[in-house]
């Protein structure tokens, strides 16, 4: 049985996910990697991305977003599914208009992200992230 979750877990877990999407669509690498734990595993595979450590997913994204000139993540809509009081699991939903590189239209595609976090001593962190990309509109051409 899930506890109860206080409000001030539930604002900081909220807090991680914002800073997430903060990291991502700021490229600011030192700030993503500082959502996950060293250990993490991150899974972009249904976006047709990455999936690896944070490290490699990271460095992946480090390179691949200098060519996307715009991308703003909106995460809505976070749900606590379980909660053990250092540990919990999540599903957000996402929304992410972007900039792809020789598009002269926006692309748009939106989804869930599911988080496994975990309390460390510097606050909730991710151990997992598979994205679960739902829709995808105006996609870049295949190669």
């Known amino acids: 049985m899930t506890a109860p979750v206080p409000a001030d877990d539930r604002l900081e877990i909220s807090a991680l996910l914002y800073r997430y999407a903060r990291a991502v669509d700021g490229k600011d690498w030192a700030l993503y990697r500082s959502v996950f734990t060293d250990d993490a595993v991150i899974d972009y595979s249904s976006a047709g991305a990455i999936s690896g450590s944070r490290e ?83 996609p870049p051409p295949r190669t």
Request: proline residues 4%.
């Open 56 to 138: 490699e997913v990271a460095d992946w994204l480090s390179t691949g977003f200098t060519a996307i000139p715009m991308s703003m993540h909106y995460i809505i809509n976070i749900e606590i599914l379980s909660y053990t009081g250092d540990s919990a699991t999540v599903r957000a939903m996402f929304y992410n208009p972007m900039q792809l590189p020789g598009m002269a239209e926006l692309s748009y595609c939106g989804g869930y992200y599911h988080h496994e976090l975990v309390r460390t001593a510097d606050g909730w962190r991710s151990a997992t992230l598979r994205e679960e990309n739902v829709w995808f509109s105006n």
